[in-house]
């Protein structure tokens, strides 16, 4: 059954996240289908079109299994499983809310949350993504190893000559082993051996601005040529003037969503500012005024899927570099703002519809800072910054890197 649904039913909830392009999914799926458990109600959830229930109730590897009492997370499982491991899962989330186990109640003093200014805020986010840096193989974390884009882009802004380093480090990794005519998200291997069966168009978005940021910084002209290419490459795989999600065993997946095509324009942005190939900035104009034809931004062809702010955010961010966008900051304000200034992750109609609470989501509201930095507006952008200035810690380090990213533009502005 759907999401909708499973609210109607009093028994636990078993829910599978999965994606169109995760390699397991569609072998956890079958195995999922096979179990049956009476007290249970069986959900699946696509991820990518539900990140808002992905965001509550799943650790964000997919396919991952979790078992939800009364909105809260009581248990799971992720990565390939089968069926009788399946069952085994449930059957300890089952005991657990009956009564089986031990709830250990920490018994501790509050602690007083530590005060950041910007500049502390910025380097303890440097120490934290730095933290997960292998000094041996490059790239962050072991198996999977990651080169994250984003996190390459903050580390390349700060500017020092240590961060620098860790960026070439990874991004030549991430060329030598990850690229096969676009890049791999990652790899499966410590040593960048092993890689995935797929590729994420908007993964090589944010790779292009990392490496055309690293060829600023360096005048490599390696970064720049690997940029282009990738460039070449997403635009080889537009599909109805608009940009797939993936690309599966070489085939594409034909669904199409505002953060992905957002990031790709902004890709194309940077590419023409470096290259001036008219070609780049043509294609950043087409793809702009076709988001823009989407006068509800849903998301464009999966009609079903609700709008989030995160959409907004990314959509904001590509629009601001035409010093466009004021449309989309008045939909923000009227659906998703709170009285602080910031935003939350869903309208108020979704979340008492999917009985869901409403969350402020540091990575959405970075990006919007961002746009909103674009076209001028420092205030606003100040006001989301000042709001998580003592929360950011909260978040893991890729999200932190954003919202360090808005923190070197807002310290450079002040």
């Not at 390699?23 to 539900?50: G, H, I, L, Q, S």
């Not at 599909?239 to 890709?267: C, F, W």
């Not at 009227?334 to 008492?352: C, I, M, P, Q, R």
């Not at 420092?378 to 000042?386: L, N, T, V, W």
Request: with cysteine; hydrophobic share 40%.
């Amino acid at each position: 059954m759907d999401w909708k649904e499973a609210l109607k039913d009093n028994r636990l909830k078993a829910v599978l996240f999965w994606t169109d392009w995760c390699e397991d999914c569609e072998y956890v799926k079958k195995e999922f289908e096979n179990v049956y458990n009476p007290y249970f109600a069986f959900v699946e959830v696509n991820a990518d079109e539900r990140p808002d229930l992905a965001l509550r109730y799943s650790p964000q590897i997919f396919p991952s299994i979790s078992i939800i009492s009364e909105g809260n997370v009581i248990g799971g499982i992720y990565g390939k499983v089968n069926a009788e491991t399946i069952g085994e899962v449930l059957l300890k989330a089952l005991d657990l809310s009956l009564g089986g186990g031990v709830l250990i109640k920490p018994n501790s003093s509050k602690v007083e949350r530590t005060k950041y200014t910007i500049g502390e805020a910025i380097s303890t986010i440097r120490r934290n993504c730095l933290a997960m840096f292998d000094i041996y193989y490059g790239g962050f974390e072991k198996e999977p190893k990651y080169f994250l884009p984003n996190v390459l882009i903050f580390l390349i802004e700060l500017g020092d000559s240590y961060s620098l380093e860790v960026a070439k480090y990874t991004a030549e990794a991430a060329i030598y082993y990850l690229w096969d005519d676009g890049f791999y998200p990652y790899a499966k291997s410590y040593d960048w051996k092993m890689h995935p069966n797929f590729k994420l168009l908007d993964v090589n978005a944010e790779a292009i601005i990392a490496l055309l940021k690293l060829y600023e910084k360096t005048k490599d002209e390696y970064f720049l040529e690997y940029a282009i290419e990738t460039g070449n490459w997403l635009l080889k795989n537009k599909i109805d003037d608009l940009y797939p999600i993936a690309i599966v065993d070489r085939k594409i997946i034909k669904k199409y969503y505002i953060d992905v095509n957002s990031k790709i324009g902004e890709a194309l942005i940077y590419l023409f500012k470096f290259t001036q190939d008219k070609k780049f900035r043509d294609e950043a104009i087409s793809l702009k005024n076709k988001l823009l034809s989407y006068s509800s931004w849903s998301h464009l062809l999966n009609a079903n899927v609700p709008l989030f702010f995160l959409d907004l955010a990314y959509l904001l961010r590509f629009l601001s570099y035409f010093k466009e966008g004021d449309s989309v900051v008045n939909l923000a304000k009227s659906k998703y703002s709170s009285e602080d200034g910031t935003f939350y992750d869903v309208d108020s109609s979704l979340a008492n519809e999917e009985m869901i609470g409403r969350y402020k989501i540091m990575v959405g509201n970075s990006i919007f800072a961002q746009g909103l930095l674009n076209l001028g507006y420092f205030e606003e952008s100040r006001k989301i910054a000042d709001y998580f200035l003592n929360s950011f810690y909260e978040f893991n380090y890729v999200d932190q890197a954003e919202y360090g990213r808005l923190l070197v533009r807002l310290n450079e502005t002040s």
